[in-house]
């Protein structure tokens, strides 16, 4: 079947397909690689110190996404500060807070006031957490095996269209 798949031009033409399986494994590889520098920095912040800080402000944010359909993206703000060594940091962190209750579970998880454990890194206390980091989800090589898949009927037809012996030239 995939046999008669004809090659419009010479032996050439067969970079277009390895091109985009090459394409596609390179971005399934680059998501990976993301995937473990973030699981490295979640084992590094597990093993971070703590002490006791407060919260200094929380609340939901709407920010202008024009990715988003709605046009907007609901963050939630999270002031906070603490104190290493009689020195004092205090850090504002935004993440995407959802849609629906999960967007409101962010927005009455902290109050200004509140007092919380904060995680610092030891190498430079500035840099502080209110987690110790999760590990990646298993689900996040879902799409670079994906994309490794997607990119096999491109090898499979840029070996067809190289090893397809070239015309002779009579005439």
């Known amino acids: 079947m995939a046999a008669n798949i004809q090659n419009p031009g010479g032996r050439w033409m067969s970079a277009i397909p390895i091109g985009i399986a090459l394409t596609l494994v390179a971005i399934g590889g680059i998501i990976i690689a993301l995937r473990q520098h973030g699981a490295a920095t979640a084992a590094a912040m597990r093993s971070w110190p703590s002490t006791m800080g ?11 996404d024009p990715n988003d359909t709605t046009g907007w993206q609901h963050r939630s703000d999270t002031g906070f500060r603490w104190s290493v060594d009689g020195r004092e940091y205090q850090i504002t962190l935004s993440e ?9 579970e962010h927005a009455t998880r902290y109050h200004a006031g509140d007092p919380v454990r904060v995680f610092y890194d030891p190498a430079d206390p500035s840099h502080g957490s209110l987690t110790t ?18 990119s096999l009927p ?4 840029a070996a067809l269209w190289f090893a397809k012996p070239r015309p002779s030239p009579s005439s």
Request: hydrophobic letters at 45%; aromatic letters at 12%; zero cysteines.
């Open 54 to 64: 407060t919260i200094t402000g929380a609340g939901l944010v709407n920010v202008r």
């Open 96 to 104: 995407y807070s959802g849609r629906g209750p999960a967007r409101d």
């Open 154 to 157: 491109f090898w499979y037809l």
């Open 133 to 150: 980091g999760l590990p990646p989800s298993p689900a996040s090589l879902v799409i670079p095996a994906g994309l490794f898949a997607v």
